[in-house]
């Protein structure tokens, strides 16, 4: 059996709130069943003090409303390992923004790790083994077996060892501002509302013709019809993949669409009807009216522009070696692309440049505006 403590009841919720906000840190995670149902959903909370270990079931409870003030207190760290998803799930089901974020995954990075997972952190650093087969569990499902309590448990537990460890680390490498930075902006994320045509979040809808994207839009609404109706995600009901496979053909007969190489017989039969229905709605819609994906204007080739950023692409190469880091995570292709474009001249000229962070601007301005100016 656990000895892992589960919370249910609000009055242990607060109580649990209050000890975690005697300490500096808290380590927090959480699990979710976005692989089992249409409308993905928090189902777990874990928290680990240099004290205790404990999960809390929002599925239990009426609010996460005494948790507020912990999440939201900037002067009590919060180690998360990854926590992108988590911190907009945290926002968009409970209203809930992190401030004090510390990722000991961005950590990990700026330290040059070359595996990132905390599996493989643990694993190297203290022998600990993570067992991930409850990786794409249905954390839904009550009670929870004792086996994925344990799992849960286990993702916290040893989180401020790790990041402790990393601190260090960064400390001495003199990269502790770039953490911070990178934290207090992930902070800010939120879930896409996601407005507009099914298609534009579709990847490879941009490679497809204007009936193409037509069909693709019908077959999108109908699969997510039916995804909400038998509340399973809309790849479990007909993959990315056998979509395409589908557009490419745009079968008009049951003939055809048995035919479609790479779609199982089982789930055209399954959809025959629905698929056929579909496909003859896009073809249906008149020329004049066919949807465009909106792609951003195409500039002329600058074969100057392309040499700057061949020259740029070298050094990124030999500092991020020197350096010991992941080229893409030191300098990426969008900020090398920016600095081939607009070649800077001064400190000043980097500003422009909206989305480059002000540790790389402090750490490899000098150099960029060298390279680039040739």
């Not at 650093?125 to 409850?134: A, G, N, P, Q, T």
């Not at 069909?215 to 109908?222: D, H, K, T, Y």
Request: a negative charge; hydrophobic letters at 40%; glycine letters at 6%.
């Amino acid at each position: 059996m656990n000895n892992v403590p589960m919370i249910t009841e609000q009055s242990d919720l607060s109580a649990l709130a209050a000890r975690l906000q005697q300490h500096e840190r808290v380590a927090v995670d959480l699990e979710a069943d976005s692989m089992h149902h249409y409308t993905d959903k928090v189902c777990l909370l874990q928290f680990s003090s240099p004290e205790e270990t404990c999960l809390v079931d929002p599925l239990a409870l009426p609010d996460l409303e005494p948790l507020r003030s912990l999440f939201e207190n900037p002067t009590i760290e919060k180690l998360f390992h990854a926590g992108d998803y988590d911190l907009r799930s945290l926002r968009r089901d409970f209203n809930l923004q992190v401030r004090g974020l510390v990722d000991t995954m961005l950590a990990a990075q700026f330290c040059g790790e070359a595996r990132i997972g905390l599996a493989d952190l643990l694993n190297k650093y203290f022998s600990v083994e993570l067992d991930k087969k409850f990786q794409r569990a249905d954390w839904s499902i009550r009670p929870l077996p004792d086996g994925m309590v344990h799992y849960a448990a286990e993702d916290t537990r040893h989180l401020h060892r790790l990041a402790e460890l990393l601190r260090d680390r960064l400390a001495n490498l003199g990269r502790m501002s770039w953490l911070e930075e990178e934290c207090a902006l992930l902070e800010e994320v939120s879930f896409d509302q996601g407005s507009g045509p099914m298609f534009l979040r579709f990847k490879g809808a941009g490679r497809l013709g204007r009936r193409q994207l037509a069909i693709l839009e019908e077959l999108l609404r109908w699969r997510d019809r039916e995804a909400q109706r038998r509340d399973v995600p809309p790849f479990k009901i007909f993959g990315n993949k056998h979509l395409l496979e589908v557009i490419q053909v745009a079968p008009a007969t049951k003939r055809a669409l048995f035919a479609v190489p790479g779609v199982p017989s089982k789930l055209v039969q399954r959809y025959t009807a629905q698929l056929l229905d579909c496909v003859a709605k896009g073809e249906g819609v008149p020329e004049g009216e066919l949807p465009v994906f909106p792609r951003g204007e195409r500039r002329r080739k600058d074969p100057e522009e392309a040499v700057r950023m061949e020259r740029l692409k070298r050094w990124r190469v030999k500092k991020a070696e020197e350096l010991q880091l992941d080229p893409g995570v030191m300098v990426n292709n969008a900020l090398l692309e920016a600095v081939a474009r607009c070649v800077p001249r001064t400190r000043e000229d980097l500003e422009e440049i909206h989305f480059m962070r002000d540790w790389q601007r402090r750490e490899f301005g000098d150099d960029l505006i060298s390279v680039a100016n040739g």
